[in-house]
């Protein structure tokens, strides 16, 4: 029998950022980590196409929590412990520098995911931390002092367990056991999958700043847009499925969006249409795209307002400008499926955030168990949130794990 002080289920990346957290407080304590696949560490690596986004460059809680589809509420107090700020002090302190993109996303400045990875495994080796690949965790039984952890290899006994297994259904049925109640986890990240003659043989095409709405639903967003091999993707569709996770997966991915390609009521581009009509007459409308939009985006809506590619602006009727108009600002798409964004899979669901004391990060129904990242059931939109969501829990969850240990 393996005897820990503490074991973390789970070696990504709450996994190690708790394990170097509680023995950097306390390098007495015997600390393991069960990792069930034969590396740890996967997300990190894949994460941010490979670049690992870290973090984002919102430093205000309050405008933080607003990114977490679920999680806003309770996120808000660890937050003022714990947040981006202190992130990037605890990697500029191992030698790891962050760097801010325009869009707010934060990367180390190697631009390469196995500089955080290197840092996590020389921390643990720093450390002692005991880390233990192709380990699976089959069954925890909680005795009156210590838990009882049974992987494929061996069996484990510890007085304090900090899951961090991310979206592990088999995990979350160990934790049911337990006496955990567990949302039924649905995709959170994923893109919208859409034929449609507007958008086909235009893929990588961009539209910067867009509006788009599910129709029936209160489900709106806004931002760059991109036009993919099988639909449509980038920031406006990502946080469409965070924020409509639950009530898309419900609709079982069949629905329709309405797309404002331009950011203006009907009504005014109408009138703008009129005006372009007025001064550019002699060019064709084909050949003159207009509002900044991707000239083959222009093309595609054009041709839908049943204009040719032949016709100049002074020779289109009332009808064609009325069915530009609508094109440009009201466009509607069939969106029939959905597609997993790129290989960083997020979901909703997992242990209910009431049965969970968020000072903590412990769990209220059994003692001496905590959690940290993505095994909850809090989600975010793509840009670095979610890995804030797990340094945080688990930067919690080690201090009061260590306070808990020293009384």
Not at 137 to 158: C, M, P, S, Y
Request: aromatic share 10%; charged share 20%; hydrophobic share 40%.
């Amino acid at each position: 029998m393996n005897q820990f002080d503490i074991i973390i289920i789970g070696g990504g990346a709450a996994g190690f950022f708790g394990a170097i957290n509680i023995t950097e407080q306390n390098p007495n304590l015997k600390v393991a980590i069960l990792e069930r696949g034969k590396e740890g560490l996967t997300k990190v690596k894949v994460s941010g196409g490979g670049r690992c986004n870290v973090t984002h460059a919102e430093f205000v809680p309050k405008a933080l929590v607003l990114n977490y589809p679920r999680g806003e509420k309770e996120l808000l107090g660890p937050f003022h412990q714990f947040m981006t700020g202190d992130t990037i002090e605890w990697f500029e302190k191992r030698g790891v520098a962050l760097k801010i993109e325009d869009d707010g996303r934060m990367f180390p400045i190697s631009n390469s995911s196995q500089t955080i990875i290197d840092c996590f495994l020389a921390e643990a080796e720093k450390f002692n931390v005991e880390v233990l690949y192709n380990h699976p965790v089959r069954n925890i039984e909680k005795a009156e002092l210590n838990f009882k952890i049974e992987t494929t290899q061996a069996t484990f006994l510890t007085e304090k367990v900090l899951v961090a297994t991310g979206s592990n259904t088999k995990v979350w049925n160990l934790l049911e056991n337990l006496g955990h109640n567990i949302l039924e986890p649905v995709p959170s990240l994923f893109t919208f999958n859409i034929k449609d003659k507007r958008i086909n043989d235009i893929p990588g095409v961009v539209a910067n700043n867009v509006e788009i709405k599910v129709l029936g639903t209160d489900l709106f967003s806004e931002g760059p847009l991109l036009i993919t091999h099988w639909g449509l993707s980038a920031p406006s569709i990502l946080k469409l499925s965070a924020f409509g996770a639950l009530e898309l997966a419900r609709l079982k991915y069949k629905f329709q969006i309405e797309i404002n390609f331009i950011k203006q009521s009907y009504a005014d581009c109408s009138n703008n249409l009129k005006g372009i009509k007025e001064v550019a007459g002699k060019k064709t409308v084909f050949k003159s795209p207009q509002f900044n939009l991707p000239k083959r985006l222009w093309y595609k809506l054009v041709v839908a307002s049943k204009i040719t590619s032949e016709l100049r602006w002074a020779d289109v009727n009332k009808t064609q400008l009325e069915n530009l108009a609508t094109q440009l600002t009201q466009a509607v798409f069939q969106v029939d499926g959905k597609s997993t964004f790129k290989e960083e899979f997020v979901t909703a669901g997992g242990v209910n955030l009431k049965e969970v004391n968020f000072k903590t990060f412990e769990s209220r129904k059994v003692e001496n168990l905590y959690f940290a990242g993505e095994v909850l059931n809090i989600d975010a939109v793509t840009g670095g949130f979610n890995f804030q969501n797990a340094w945080t829990g688990a930067y919690i969850a080690s201090k009061a794990i260590v306070n808990s240990l020293s009384k």
